[in-house]
């Protein structure tokens, strides 16, 4: 017909049959989902996924093999077409966070209605966002919170470590100075480097000044 909006081509993980097969029956029931594919674990709806490019794919927080959050993640990587839904029994802001953080577009939770989650994908699909209602106000503060936590974590000794090399010390002249082995300060700079995700001395004082792990 002339018009008709195309419907939705979803594919649906959850390792619990009988919830995923309430899940399966509510999107077979919508005029404007098309259910492709059912998956029980992780890497098999991962696998669905890619044969298959659905518009949306509604993935259980704790898929086994591959979490919710990991296929997420994966399909970001791959730069997938396919947008993610994250559905899970655990409501921690903390958790949403993280799923976002993964590339999924929104986070329902379990106790949601069938209406409700179908509601979900069909947002998800037009290219919005969509969380339960009471996660806004917790997601806030994650956001807030992270743009600290998420700078990389050096120990007391790692910064003071850095500090000095930041000075121009070289590795045995820290040592001296901090009365610690040559040996264990080249272990300090090497757990530092991987931190930080560089190779040198330069480049992790350059990274640790400019994410403010240095002050």
């Given at each position: 017909m002339p018009g008709r909006r195309e419907r939705v081509r979803v594919v649906v993980?959850?390792?619990?049959?009988?919830?995923r097969d309430g899940i399966v029956g509510a999107v077979k029931l919508r005029p404007d989902l098309e259910l492709v594919a059912q998956a029980a674990d992780g890497r098999d709806a991962l696998a669905a996924i890619e044969a298959?490019?659905?518009a949306v794919a509604l993935?259980?927080?704790?898929?086994?093999?591959?979490?919710?959050?990991?296929?997420?993640?994966?399909?970001?990587?791959?730069?997938?077409?396919?947008?993610?839904?994250?559905?899970s029994a655990y409501d921690e802001s903390e958790l949403v966070y993280d799923a976002l953080r993964?590339?999924?577009?929104?986070y329902v939770t379990k106790d949601a209605d069938?209406?409700?989650i179908c509601d979900a994908v069909a947002r998800v699909a037009r290219g919005h966002t969509a969380f339960s209602a009471d996660f806004h106000d917790g997601l806030a503060d994650q956001i807030r919170s992270r743009r600290v936590d998420d700078r990389p974590r050096l120990s007391p000794r790692e910064r003071e470590v850095l500090a000095l090399i930041a000075e121009g010390r070289s590795g045995p002249q820290a040592a001296r100075i901090l009365f610690l082995s040559?040996?264990?300060?080249?272990?300090?700079?090497?757990?530092?480097?991987?931190k930080?995700?560089?190779s040198g001395s330069a480049a992790a004082v350059a990274k640790a000044l400019r994410e403010g792990v240095l002050q």
């Open positions: 993980a959850d390792d619990h049959p009988l919830y298959l490019e659905p993935l259980d927080f704790n898929l086994p093999s591959l979490t919710g959050v990991q296929v997420a993640r994966a399909l970001t990587e791959a730069r997938a077409t396919t947008r993610t839904l994250i559905l993964a590339g999924a577009r929104g069938r209406d409700e040559p040996a264990t300060v080249k272990t300090h700079l090497a757990n530092i480097y991987a930080l995700e560089v």
